[in-house]
């Protein structure tokens, strides 16, 4: 993901999230490295994606959020909620992330 993240693009998002839970992919990150804002829209999709893969026992992470991004999921306790890695490589040694 690059840019924005906010309501006029948020439905991508959660519509990919939506597919690959529905393939069977229930621990997923996502990458947030190239995400310079993320409003309470993109905020909401990542929350309805980490209930859809608890629903299968498995989990949502998030991979370096900038500082635009970080400072929303504190603000909002989110990043009490999610589990947040610098790397995908630190994520996959810590989770169960194929």
Known sequence: ???????????????????????GHYNLAVDLTGVEFMDSSGLAVLISGLRRTKEHDGSLVLISPGASV????????????????????????STSLA
Not at 1 to 23: F, K, P, T, Y
Request: hydrophobic share 40%; glycine share 6%.
């Open 1 to 23: 993901m690059d840019g924005e993240v906010d309501l006029s693009n948020a439905a991508g998002l959660r519509d990919h999230l939506i597919e690959q839970v529905q393939q």
């Open 70 to 93: 970080k400072r929303a999921l504190t603000i909002t306790g989110l990043d009490r909620v999610f589990d947040i890695y610098d790397s995908v490589e630190k994520a996959s040694a």
